[in-house]
């Protein structure tokens, strides 16, 4: 049986890919993160399907950070999906998006979002914002078992 990652980042801009991996490696919040980059690879790899398929699929993430806006399936698709299957639905996602439409933040949390976080512009902003949300998801908060 495989490990699962800690986190599943799913990201398509590969400069935020870079710091939030910079970001999350120089907190050392964690040690194993497994990154796809586009909403169709990241229910691939969620459900084990595609060049996913016969990955442990009582294996999850404990945390996804999830962008809005991805090719191939939307971020708020790749939500409703997951929340929809009984054996994801209590994986914690945030939204981690630079779309700060109030529409976008309404759909996701309507759609189970755990978290919403407009990605900051400043390198420093978002190294912080990513070690926080690092922080809470992986060390403070408590998962269902």
Known sequence: M???PEILLVEDN???EELTLHALKQHKL???????RDGAE?????????KHAGREQKVHPRLVLLDLKLPKVDGLEV????KEDPETRRIPVVMLTSSREERDVIASYDSGVNSYITK?????????????????WLLLNEPPV
């Open 42 to 50: 990241a229910l691939d790899y969620i459900f084990g399907d595609g």
């Open 2 to 4: 495989s490990e699962a």
């Open 79 to 82: 939500l409703r999906r997951m």
């Open 30 to 36: 964690a040690n194993r993160i497994h990154v796809v």
């Open 120 to 136: 900051p512009v400043d390198f420093e902003q978002f190294t912080e914002a990513v070690k926080q949300l690092g922080l809470y």
């Open 14 to 16: 590969p400069h935020d």
